[in-house]
DNA sequence: TAGTGGTCTAGACCACATA
DNA sequence: ATGTGGTCTAGACCACTAG
C-alpha cells in the first residue's frame, strides 16, 4: 500500500486535519486499490462542494457560505477551503465578489452566456438574437445519441430544432438531443416564451446545469433544407459545430449540432 | 489619491513587503494617475519574472531558480513567489515539476504542440505529419498585415506559404506573416531542413516564443489553387482559420491564415 | 541525503460592500 | 462597524527526484 489514505473530515485525531493525504473526491482517481492517486486535502473540500452544487444545496445565483463558515463545517482551515474555491472559480462553477461572497454562476448572464455561444460579428456591432423554433417532440434515442449521452438504446430524448437569427438574419440551425428523464415537460411553447439563453432556461427549470462542452468543427456544404433555412443557395459552406455538453461529475446531458452561417459572422478562439 | 502605490522590490522600510500595493506590472493597469488599479504585490513579482524571461534570462526548457532563491532575490515570502508562479504557469509559460523545478515551457514538446494545432483526426489514429514550403519570401507589409503587426505600412515582412500534409494526405494550406525584423535569415532551405514543429524553430533559431493566440474561424469555398493543392474539387468547404500570435507583452509576431480540409480532420474546441 | 515543489495551518492586515 | 473575499507572511511537514 504505497499510500495511505485517512477519512476525511470525520477526522478521528484532532489534529488530524494536519498533512492529511485524503481519498480522491472528484477527480479521475481508481478506487482504493494499488495506484490510487494522492489527494490532496483541498480536493476533497472541492470534490465535497461539487457535491453539495450537484444536489442542489445552494442555487445558481445564490451565495455559498462563507470561506469560514464552510472551513468550520469542513474542520479544516480557512486557506484550504480558499484553494478549493479557487480551482472551481477557475472552472468558471463558482464566482467570487469581493466583500460580498462566493457565488454559484449561473447562465443568466451575458457573461456567461458568451462562453457558449462563440460566434461573433466581423464588425464589433452585437445584434439581437432571436430563436424560432422548428420542433420539439419526444423520441426514442438513435444509437449514436444514446451513446453519447450514456443512455440505454430506446430511452427517451427530446429533439429540439431552431434557427437562431441576428438581427433578422438567419445564422444558425440548431439540432438539440436532451435525455427525456431529465427534460419531461419541455415543449416547443416553453422555449419560445422564455426570454433569455437557452441554459438559462434548462438551470431555472430543468435543474441541469451546464458546466463544460467540447466541440468538433468542420466546414460543410449546406444541404437543401438547411440552404433553404439559412436563406443561402445550396453548397454554400457552413460551420458544424458538434457539441457535447455535460454537468457535474462530467455526465454528459447534451448533444447539439448547430450549422453556422459565417459569411458575416465568425467563431472566435483563444489558444493559451 | 485612492491608492498608496510603494515601491516594489526596492522595498525603503525593512517591513515595507508586508502588505505592500505596488504599481500594475503586466496588467492592463492605467499609468499612476486616479483611477490607477490596485496591483498586489505577487502581480508584481509575476511581472518581473515575465520580464527576465522576455529578455532570455532563463531560455525555454531551462529551470528558473528555486521558489526560495526567488523569494530571496525579490525580498518576498515564498508563498507571493509561488502565487506569481502558479499564475504563469497557468498561462503554459511555466512549468512545474514537484522535485525537479520550475521550467520555462517549449514548443519542442507534442504536448504544447496540440495547443496551437487544434486539428484532430475524426478516427484517434494520429498520423505523422509532413510539411511541403511552397514559398518563403521577404517583402514589404500591405496595409492590413502591417496594421495587425503594429508595424509601419511598408515594413520588412516575411511570407511563407506551405501545405500540411498527414499520413500523404494534404489537409492544411497555411499563408504566415512575421515581421521582417525578428526574422532575418529565415528561409525555405531552413525551414525545410528543421525538424519538429514550426514554433519551435522560431523558438530556437530566433528567439521568438508564441505565448498565446486567438483565432477567427469560418467556412469558405475552395478556390482554384487552393483546391488544387489539397486535391479537391473547387468550391469545397475548407475551415478557414485566422489567427493573431503574440508573445510577451501581448506583442503580436505572427499573423497566419490556414485552410483545413475537414473531410477527416475535425477542430476541436472545450468550452469551460 | 538534500533539494525542489506541494500542502496545510495560523494569524495579521488590506480592500470592498453593506448597514 | 461588521462581514466578506484578497494578500502576505512564517513555519511545519509531505511527496517527488536525483546524486
Known amino acids: 500500500m504505497p499510500i495511505k489514505p485517512r477519512s476525511p473530515c470525520l477526522s478521528a485525531s484532532p489534529d488530524a486535519a494536519a498533512a492529511a493525504g485524503a481519498a480522491a473526491a472528484g477527480d ?24 453539495s452544487l450537484d444536489r442542489g444545496e445552494w442555487k445558481p445565483g445564490e451565495a455559498i457560505p462563507s470561506e469560514l463558515d464552510l472551513a468550520a463545517r469542513f474542520k479544516v482551515s480557512q486557506g484550504t477551503v480558499r484553494k478549493a474555491i479557487d480551482e472551481l472559480a477557475a472552472d468558471n462553477i463558482l464566482l467570487r465578489r469581493q466583500g460580498k461572497g462566493t457565488f454559484v454562476a449561473t447562465h443568466h448572464e451575458d457573461r456567461v452566456r458568451f462562453r457558449f455561444l462563440r460566434l461573433a460579428p466581423d464588425n464589433g456591432k452585437q445584434a439581437r438574437s432571436r430563436s424560432r423554433f ?51 415537460g419541455l415543449t416547443a411553447e416553453r422555449l419560445a416564451e422564455y426570454k433569455g439563453p437557452m441554459y438559462g432556461l434548462f438551470e431555472s427549470e430543468f435543474g ?65
Open 28 to 51: 479521475p482517481g481508481a478506487p482504493g486499490g494499488p495506484g490510487a492517486a494522492f489527494s490532496p486535502l483541498y480536493r476533497q473540500i472541492k470534490g465535497l462542494i461539487l457535491q
Open 134 to 184: 422548428l420542433e420539439c417532440r419526444r423520441l426514442r434515442a438513435p444509437a449514436e445519441v444514446a451513446k453519447v449521452l450514456e443512455l440505454r438504446a430506446g430511452d427517451a430524448v427530446v429533439l429540439v430544432r431552431r434557427v437562431l437569427s441576428f438581427g433578422d438574419i438567419p445564422t444558425v440551425i440548431d439540432e438539440i438531443w436532451l435525455p427525456g428523464a431529465l427534460f419531461k
Open 208 to 272: 441541469v446545469r451546464m458546466i463544460r462542452a467540447d466541440e468538433k468543427i468542420r466546414a460543410v456544404p449546406a444541404g437543401e433544407p438547411e440552404a433553404a433555412l439559412l436563406d443561402v443557395a445550396p453548397g454554400t459552406p457552413l460551420l458544424q459545430v458538434e457539441r457535447i455538453s455535460f454537468t457535474y461529475g462530467d455526465r454528459p446531458v447534451e448533444m447539439r449540432r448547430g450549422l453556422y452561417l459565417t459569411s458575416h459572422y465568425h467563431y472566435r478562439n483563444s489558444l493559451n
